[in-house]
């Protein structure tokens, strides 16, 4: 007997405009995405961070929810909690910008060597 597949709810699309990058959706969970969200909303709120309740309140999800994904975030590294019980993203993440950048670079730089080695004076 062949399984049916029943229509998907609409996924709400971040204010950037991400889309889903696979096309099919078997592969998206929505305790995943919910915890990526979050991790967008503490990355625009990186000073002051957010409470708990006010992250729950804008992703119209449990507060119990959050706490859980906010656990997972620290536990990757990608979140921390403040002295005031507010959250933000950890230095990890700029770390990883820093490493992104720099690898950028030394690509960039390995081409132009290329493009020189080829290049006709």
Known sequence: MQRQRRPSPQRPHTDEG????MSDEKYINAAQQRA??????????????????EI??????LPSNTTR????????GLA?????GRWRISPRL???????????????QRLEETRRRYARD
């Open 56 to 61: 729950a309140r804008h992703l119209k999800t």
């Open 94 to 108: 700029a770390e990883l910008a820093i490493v992104l950048q720099r690898n950028l670079e030394n690509a960039r």
């Open 18 to 21: 991400f889309a889903l990058l």
């Open 80 to 84: 921390e909690s403040l002295a005031n």
């Open 36 to 53: 990526l969200r979050t991790l967008l909303m503490l990355a625009e709120h990186d000073l002051d961070g957010l409470a708990p309740g």
């Open 69 to 76: 994904d906010l656990a997972n975030l620290r536990l990757a």
